[in-house]
């Protein structure tokens, strides 16, 4: 895949906790550490496609909009699965 193709999910990912679609309880939660400048460590866990990735992206746009990508490291373990170096 060339730098310039996008795949649709990543291209079209809500970049605000408020486009995030269902998962109201968590958002409500979030936005409310937000809102008091008191927010934890996180982990997030469930099912995949259930939308975890997407809420600490959405964490970090909100918290430093344009400069998101100097401020958070992404490290997703499905992305390692599969793999073994024997």
Known sequence: ???EEVLWVEKYRPTRIDDIIDQDHVKARVKEMLANGNIPHLLFFGPPGTGKTTMALAIAHELYGDAWRENTLEL???DERGHCDD
């Open 76 to 78: 997703n373990a499905s």
């Open 1 to 3: 895949m060339s730098s």
